[in-house]
């Protein structure tokens, strides 16, 4: 999530950090380090305040890897798992990426196209 300027993991505070993180702050993510064949759907919506347009706009230039997104003017952070209407603008389109890897096999933590 962003907070500030940077794309952090999630805020517990000073002492929540320090358990979770053994750290006074969450750490960044580290963007760089996905590799650029990984692939990647990204679903963000014109009404989500968690993962607003800017932010996702932002994520997606500093991703070095392409990136199909499903972008959805009147969806909100949770209406792409429960919205009334998922089944038909969202999982569709989830269903139809996955299918893409059928012929994939995974290896040793690397994918194989067969």
């Known amino acids: 999530m962003v907070r500030g300027s940077n794309f ?3 805020d517990y505070g000073t002492y929540g950090n320090l358990k979770a993180y053994n750290q006074t702050t969450p750490p960044l993510y580290e963007l760089g380090k996905i590799p650029t064949a990984f692939p990647m759907l990204l679903c963000s919506g014109g009404q989500d305040a968690l993962a607003d347009p800017q932010d996702v706009k932002r994520l997606l230039s500093e991703l ?4 199909l997104t499903l972008y959805l003017a009147n969806y909100a952070h949770a209406d792409f798992v429960v919205g009334t209407r998922a089944n038909l603008d969202v999982y569709p389109v ?5 299918r ?3 012929t994939a096999s995974f ?3 690397h994918v194989r196209m067969l």
């Open 107 to 109: 290896e040793g933590g």
């Open 100 to 102: 893409t890897f059928e």
């Open 94 to 98: 989830i269903i139809a990426y996955f």
């Open 64 to 67: 070095k890897s392409d990136v």
């Open 8 to 10: 952090s993991m999630f």
